[in-house]
């Protein structure tokens, strides 16, 4: 079945930009849509972004300026790139397909902004 | 943006209870909405999708109900396992979700 890993620094320093691979086994990325979450220590679940089958992304209007997320279907890989970090983007960010609900989740990466 | 309001923010109950979590949304957003499960330090998991279609896997104690803007989720005859937080989430416009209710033993 579909498995996802989520890959990237766990240290950002603030004003710099945040960028995460999602890798997906088990399946092709290009028949899912796909969405970014992220949960801050001891708060609940902030969805961030989502990309469609056809490329198409969509994303929470509060990051909106400075989220990018991306699919590179020759690695099946789903990225996030977010911009002008601060502490407050200090969290655990998740990758997930987005099919019947948000069914497939990897295990989580944290992500601390401090210089 | 959407709003999605849960309630209770957390609820104690015993093994054997039947326990309803509500969620609201601030506008209409038909049964686009799923319910989650999360447990300390993992991600969730996805109980309920499309208001009530019960997740491949997931014990048939779990159901859900509602449509419009108001939606619940009812576990019937509680187990040790179901324990946890509960969040609902909507995917009728840009996703957002309720803001999670705790579910703990008595």
């Known amino acids: 079945q579909v498995q996802l890993q989520e890959s990237g620094p766990g240290l950002v320093k603030p004003s710099e930009t945040l960028s995460l691979t999602c890798s997906v086994s088990g399946g092709s990325i290009s028949v899912f849509h796909w969405s970014w979450i992220r949960q801050s220590a001891g708060k609940g679940l902030e969805w961030i972004g989502r990309i469609s089958t056809t490329g198409s992304t969509s994303y929470n209007p509060s990051l909106k300026s400075r989220v990018t997320v991306s699919v590179d279907t020759s690695k099946n890989q789903l990225s996030l790139k977010l911009s002008s970090v601060t502490a407050a983007d200090t969290a655990v960010y998740y990758c997930?397909?987005?099919?019947?609900?948000?069914?497939?989740w990897g295990q989580g990466t944290t992500v601390t902004v401090s210089s | 943006d959407i709003q999605m309001t849960q309630s209770p923010s957390s609820l104690s109950a015993s093994v054997g209870d039947r326990v309803t979590i509500t969620c609201r949304a601030s506008q209409t957003i038909s049964s686009y909405l799923n319910w989650y499960q999360q447990k300390p330090g993992k991600a969730p998991k996805v109980l309920i999708y499309?208001?009530?279609n019960l997740q491949n896997g997931v014990p048939s104690r779990f159901s859900g109900s509602g449509s419009g803007t108001d939606f619940t989720l009812t576990i019937s005859g509680l187990q040790p396992e179901d324990f946890a937080t509960y969040y609902c989430q909507q995917s009728y416009s840009t996703y957002t979700f309720g803001q999670g209710t705790k579910l703990e033993i008595k």
């Open positions: 499309a208001a009530s």
């Open positions: 997930a397909r987005d099919s019947k609900g948000l069914d497939v």
